[in-house]
């Protein structure tokens, strides 16, 4: 059974910073992308950053310069660096892995999420 599991979340003043990680478990299947997602309070989830199985990134504008997205494929883990942090991160992070079998059919597993708020 596939397990995707975040780490990481925490309160945090305006300009700190926070690391969240994720590892994916339990499958024999490739990994192709891991990504980061948010769901503010009352908003849509909406996609942070990606990476692909070759370190291909994309962040999102919102984000950009401030986060940082890598990958250890061997552990099948995949970090998120968070800086100078801003109130308006504050959101459930949930890390998503995209998997294919050898028939190539993708899968997507998530993890529960991880509450990041930033204070004021």
């Known amino acids: 059974q596939v397990q995707v599991v975040e780490s990481g979340g925490g309160l945090v003043q305006a300009g700190g910073s926070l690391r969240l990680s994720c590892v994916a478990s339990?499958?024999?299947?490739?990994?192709?992308?891991m990504d980061w997602y948010r769901q503010p309070p009352g908003k849509q989830r909406e996609l942070v950053a990606t990476?692909?199985?070759?370190?291909?990134?994309y962040y999102v504008d919102s984000v950009k310069g401030r986060f940082s997205i890598s990958r250890d494929n061997a552990k099948n883990t995949v970090d998120l660096q968070m800086n100078s942090l801003k109130p308006e991160d504050t959101a459930v992070y949930y890390c998503?892995?995209?998997?294919?079998?050898?028939?190539?059919?993708?899968?997507?597993?998530w993890g529960q999420g991880t509450q990041v708020t930033v204070s004021s």
């Open positions: 998503r892995a995209e998997m294919a079998d050898v028939r190539s059919i993708t899968y997507q597993f």
């Open positions: 339990g499958s024999t299947f490739s990994i192709k992308s």
């Open positions: 990476i692909s199985s070759g370190g291909s990134t």
